[in-house]
């Protein structure tokens, strides 16, 4: 739990929501952009096309819905029923064609944004309810604050927007996305020494390359980054 008072992590909630709107819609820009051919080219994931990540970008949103639904109502509503059945989703969205991926996507993310609505309007005890992040895994505690489902929806889509090696780059991630990333990262594996351009070792941290500023504590190449 948090030491935050409910008015702070409710204010915190709405600067989160804000970020959201706008990273979500950068990613639909460009999403929108992409043609059936571009979307089906490999993206900068391994085995995922870019279709694959805009799929799971919009099976993310529909599966945070849940998770607000949790939190809300205090109903265990899993995120997913299974690994199987979050694979099988995103093949099927993987596997519509562009005007329908964007209209998945954009639905997904618009329900998402509403259901928002409900979490910060709901008693100050769902804020800081536990939810289960991923596949529903019944022999698991669930150990993610509803208000941090926000912050989690932002990785999401930043991240991913990146993945789809489609004109965006960690260089246009906004800096305050960059050191907060930084910051939970550390507190999760502990700081690092490595060096250069914040949003370049952010992306070496998260395992999408070295950019030519990061270097090693001994000032050579970074070293294999530590799982996060």
């Known amino acids: 739990m948090t030491s935050a008072s ?3 992590l409710r204010a915190a909630l709405r600067d989160d ?4 709107a706008a990273a979500t819609a950068r990613f639909h820009r460009t999403l929108g952009s992409l043609s059936d051919d571009a979307l089906r080219a490999p993206s900068l994931l391994p085995g995922w096309s870019r279709a694959h990540v805009a799929g799971h970008v ?3 949103a529909e599966g945070m ?3 607000v639904a949790w939190a809300v109502t205090g109903v265990r509503t899993p995120m ?5 059945a ?10 519509l064609d562009a005007a329908a991926l964007r209209a998945l996507s954009e639905d997904a993310a618009a329900r998402f944004d509403a259901a928002l609505d409900n979490l910060l309007a709901a008693p100050d005890a769902a804020l800081e309810r536990l939810v289960l992040f991923g596949p529903d895994r019944p022999d698991v505690v669930p150990d993610v604050p509803a208000f941090s489902l926000v912050y989690a929806r932002l990785r999401e889509v930043e991240i991913h927007h990146v993945d ?20 939970w990262i550390d507190g999760r594996v502990g700081p690092t020494d490595v060096t250069g351009d914040p949003a370049e070792v952010l992306a070496w941290r998260i395992g999408r390359g070295a950019g030519p500023s990061v270097a090693g504590p001994d000032g050579g190449a970074p070293p294999a980054p530590p799982a996060w």
């Open 58 to 60: 919009a099976r993310n």
């Open 80 to 84: 997913y029923p299974s690994a199987q």
């Open 17 to 20: 929501v804000v970020a959201v």
């Open 164 to 183: 789809l090696g489609a004109a965006y780059s960690p260089d246009l991630w906004p800096g305050e996305f960059v050191s907060r990333t930084h910051a």
């Open 65 to 67: 819905l849940n998770l």
């Open 86 to 95: 979050r694979e099988e989703g995103i093949a099927s969205a993987a596997a």
């Open 6 to 8: 409910p008015d702070d």
